[in-house]
């Protein structure tokens, strides 16, 4: 049975970490988030330690070391902009970590994250979930059965509803979530690349607070992507099915609809983490660098690379 703490056990994105721990056999001994609204715990671990000062915090952490109880993983669910800094407190203390996206905001700190496992023996595990979703495995293994040179159109459409409250939260900040590409989108960049190979070209064609949109060209795949926290920009067919969350993949004329699926992808990435076939920090580096481009890149003119739903916001 491994020991595990969490920072961020608040979070939006804590309980399914929470799940995934208990569902493969392990013991959380501590959480920490400095908003105290943490009931979830109960559901799972209610035994466990609870700190809403990281000092406080780290000086547990530092008793089990000393006391020979020392933590197998730190699970990290914190806001964006505080992952290197998490991450780097656990690998300076000989700990893997299992964090949450974006890993990291910026590439640089991709190669200082690979220094610090060098130095300390410890290990970044991140949470790539798309990659272990049944629909994307079956597409990768259609592109790859594919005759060589062949070139994909592909249209990604990714939409998840918010309140007022996002523009209000560090999620609105793009300084501490990278803007909505980044905080909604850097696993679907993930996935195209770990679907359809080397990045080749990258246009941006719409980007504000709440909807980003433009082209991305792969090895095997041409691809219209818009992604958009506004409910006002969902497609007709999911405002007429109520859906408040709408994600869509069209190759060519098929569409992969991949709604569904997500229940249980945490609790895979984290079997495959403990029998050591997690995804480090370099499988990161292509979707980091995607996004970060695309934060700071001009506007490209669309033309006939515009996706469908562009028009929505011109």
């Not at 089990?64 to 505080?82: A, F, M, V």
């Amino acid at each position: 049975m491994k020991k595990f703490a969490l920072i961020g056990a608040a979070g939006y994105i804590a309980p399914r970490h929470l799940r995934a721990i208990k569902d493969t056999g392990h013991e959380l001994i501590a959480a920490m988030d400095v908003n105290d609204s943490v009931g979830i715990m109960d559901s799972h671990f209610p035994n466990a330690e609870f700190f809403t000062e990281f000092e406080d915090f780290s000086a547990f952490v530092d008793d089990q070391t000393i006391l020979g109880n020392k933590l197998d993983y730190i699970s990290i669910c914190t806001p964006n902009y505080l992952h290197v800094a998490h991450i780097k407190y656990a690998l300076k203390n000989g700990i893997d970590v299992i964090c949450e996206k974006p890993l990291v905001l910026e590439s640089k700190h991709l190669d200082e994250l690979k220094a610090y496992e060098v130095k300390y023996g410890a290990r970044v595990n991140s949470i790539l979930q798309l990659r272990l979703h049944p629909s994307i495995i079956a597409l990768k293994e259609k592109v790859d059965a594919a005759p060589a040179g062949y070139v994909f159109d592909v249209d990604l459409t990714y939409m998840t509803s918010r309140g007022k409250w996002y523009m209000k939260s560090w999620k609105g900040f793009d300084q501490k979530s990278g803007g909505v590409a980044t905080n909604i989108g850097v696993h679907f960049y993930d996935m195209l690349h770990f679907v359809f190979g080397k990045l080749l070209a990258n246009e941006v064609h719409y980007r504000d607070e709440k909807t980003a949109s433009g082209y991305l060209h792969y090895e095997r795949a041409r691809v219209r992507w818009f992604l958009s926290i506004d409910a006002s920009n969902l497609p007709e067919n999911a405002v007429a099915g109520e859906k408040l969350t709408y994600r869509s993949i069209t190759i060519g004329d098929e569409e992969l609809e991949f709604s569904g699926g997500f229940t249980d992808l945490h609790t895979q990435s984290y079997q495959n983490i403990l029998s050591d076939h997690g995804f480090g920090v370099e499988e990161n580096r292509v979707a980091i660098e995607t996004v970060e481009k695309i934060r700071v890149q001009p506007i490209a003119e669309a033309g006939d690379k515009a996706h469908p739903l562009l028009s929505k916001v011109l």
